[in-house]
Nanobody, 125 residues
Framework: QVQLMESGGGSVQAGGSLRLSCAASGYTYSSGCMGWFRQALGKEREAVASIYSRNTNTYYADSVKGRFTISLDKAKNTLYLQMNSLKPEDTAMYYC??????????????????WGQGTQVTVSS
């Protein structure tokens, strides 16, 4: 049974940093496509970043480029999202997602099979 468990969320002031982690069990990050999504209150879930484990190609939403970094520690089987220069508009529930196959349509939640429960990020001005 695949389980993804996010951690690292919290409350920070604008300009601060957080690092989210997503530990996997029953699933290996050595292959496949992994991503981070977020969902703010009253809004649709949106893609933040993704990474393809075989070649470490990455995708970032325009709103986070230059501020967020997605990375993968295959030895620890953990996915990370380093978030710097946080803004109030980054406030949302953040979810990690994984798919055993290729990275296809990485911005669409329906293309990921496995999901974590989410971790809340709140950025105050």
């Amino acid at each position: 049974q695949v389980q993804l468990m996010e951690s690292g969320g919290g409350s920070v002031q604008a300009g601060g940093s957080l690092r989210l982690s997503c530990a996997a069990s029953g699933y290996t990050y050595s292959s496949g496509c992994m991503g981070w999504f977020r969902q703010a209150l009253g809004k649709e879930r949106e893609a933040v970043a993704s990474i393809y484990s075989r070649n470490t190609n990455t995708y970032y939403a325009d709103s986070v480029k230059g501020r967020f970094t997605i990375s993968l520690d295959k030895a620890k089987n953990t996915l990370y999202l380093q978030m710097n220069s946080l803004k109030p508009e980054d406030t949302a529930m953040y979810y990690c997602a994984a798919e055993s196959d290729l990275c296809v349509g990485v911005t669409y939640p329906k293309n990921y099979t496995y999901w974590g429960q989410g971790t809340q990020v709140t950025v105050s001005s």
